[in-house]
Structures are given as structure tokens and as C-alpha cells.
């Protein structure tokens, strides 16, 4: 059972709008930033989204992320099928432990 | 540029331990904050522990406290994630990753270590 919450699974069609929910605690998410991480199958996890709504250089301004209270989302305007992927959301604790969301599989019908 | 490589695949028996490098280059070690991070098949990101460099200190995961032990040798840049008394649900992909762009981001990642563990 992970700490943060996210839907197992998600999709939308090509050049749909996605958004992906994460649902922490006061302790968690509620007093710390967000980073979602990409991950493709068969590869390391990529950071999406760091600070809650940043992108790293390279990361299409198609990905957006935002937080409000203890929850945070990460959006995907104009899905691609390259998009088909396992998305996850993490945050640091109080106890500077880093936690991780259970993940969504993202499906491009 | 930092890059992050791992060693190669582990089969361990129960009970056993392991220990997995992580070689930096394009940084040193001192430079870095170094975080692990797991995956067993089929599931989800599971953080194990990583350098704090507010505190100064190391930090592991509650679930384990006792088992693991992530150190540095920075005299080769390499950092090293010892985990005993290993049992089946051990059984993952042992990733490192580090903070370059800011704290607590884990966003340079090596290429994982398969660890198995089987009798």
C-alpha cells in the first residue's frame, strides 16, 4: 500500500487531454513539493516535473503538474502515443523520507 | 553532464546480502546527494533512503532500518547500497538516482541492477 494515492490506471486518444491525480496527507504532499516521474517499459524512471509544477529542460511544455492543499495532478495536453507509459508522483515526508505514489499506467487507445 | 552506472545482475540466496555500486562521472560524489530507489516486478517505486544535505546525514526508510547500509567512497566516486538478510520479496530492480537540477528532485538516474533472490 503506497502513501500517496494515484488511479492504477488511466487513457485518452491522440491530442486528448489526460490528468493523473495524487492524493497525500498534511504531513506529506500538504508541506512539501511534488515531482512526478515518467517511466517507460523496461527503463529507469525520468523526472517530469520537479517543485511541483517545473519542467526540466527537454520536457515538453505538453506536461504540466499542480498542487493544491494535500493532492497534486499531473496533466498531459495533446497526448501522443510515445505518452504510453507508467507515471508516478512523489513527495518528502516531515521525517525527510521520500515517498512515492502506487503509479498509473497510462493507455493512448 | 552526470551519469550514473550501476553494476550488473545479483542472484542471492535467502539470507544472504548484496551490495550494489553506483559509479559517478561528469560530478564527484561530494558534489551529489544519492538517493535508492526499488522496484520490485510488476509494481511501483518504492524510495530506500538517500543522503541528506540539510542534516548531513543518510536517511532510510522505516521499512529498512536494520537491513540496509548506503555508503560513499569518494575516492572512486562510487556509492554502494548493502542490503542483508535478503528474502524473496527482495527480488527487484535496485535503482541510485541523485539531485543535479535541485534537492530532493532524484533527477539522474542509473540504469538499475536486477537483484534476485532464490533459494
Known amino acids: 500500500q503506497s502513501v500517496l494515492t494515484q488511479p492504477p490506471s488511466a487513457s485518452g486518444t491522440p491530442g486528448q487531454r489526460v490528468t493523473i491525480s495524487c492524493s497525500g496527507s498534511s504531513s506529506n504532499i500538504g508541506s512539501n513539493t511534488v515531482n512526478w516521474y515518467q517511466q517507460l517499459p523496461g527503463t529507469a524512471p525520468k523526472l517530469l516535473i520537479y517543485s511541483n509544477n517545473q519542467r526540466p529542460s527537454g520536457v515538453p511544455d505538453r506536461f504540466s503538474g499542480s498542487k493544491s492543499g494535500t493532492s497534486a495532478s499531473l496533466a498531459i495536453s495533446g497526448l501522443q502515443s510515445e505518452d504510453e507509459a507508467d507515471y508516478y508522483c512523489a513527495a518528502w515526508d516531515d521525517s525527510l523520507r521520500a515517498v512515492f505514489g502506487g503509479g498509473t499506467k497510462l493507455t493512448v487507445l | 553532464q552526470v551519469q550514473l552506472v550501476q553494476s550488473g545482475a545479483e542472484v542471492k540466496k535467502p539470507g544472504a546480502s548484496v551490495k550494489v555500486s553506483c559509479k559517478v562521472s561528469?560530478?564527484?560524489?561530494?558534489?551529489?546527494?544519492m538517493h535508492w530507489v526499488r522496484q520490485a516486478p510488476g509494481k511501483g517505486l518504492e524510495w530506500m533512503g538517500g543522503f541528506d544535505p540539510e542534516d548531513g546525514e543518510t536517511i532510510y526508510a522505516q521499512k529498512f532500518q536494520g537491513r540496509v547500509t548506503m555508503t560513499e567512497d569518494t575516492s572512486t566516486d562510487t556509492a554502494y547500497m548493502e542490503l542483508s538478510s535478503l528474502r524473496s520479496e527482495d527480488t527487484a530492480v535496485y535503482y541510485c538516482?541523485?539531485?543535479?537540477?535541485?534537492?530532493?528532485?532524484?533527477?539522474?538516474w542509473g540504469q538499475g541492477t536486477t537483484v534476485t533472490v532464490s533459494s
Open positions: 561528469g560530478y564527484t560524489l561530494t558534489e551529489l546527494s
Open positions: 538516482a541523485t539531485d543535479l537540477l535541485i534537492g530532493r528532485s532524484m533527477d539522474v
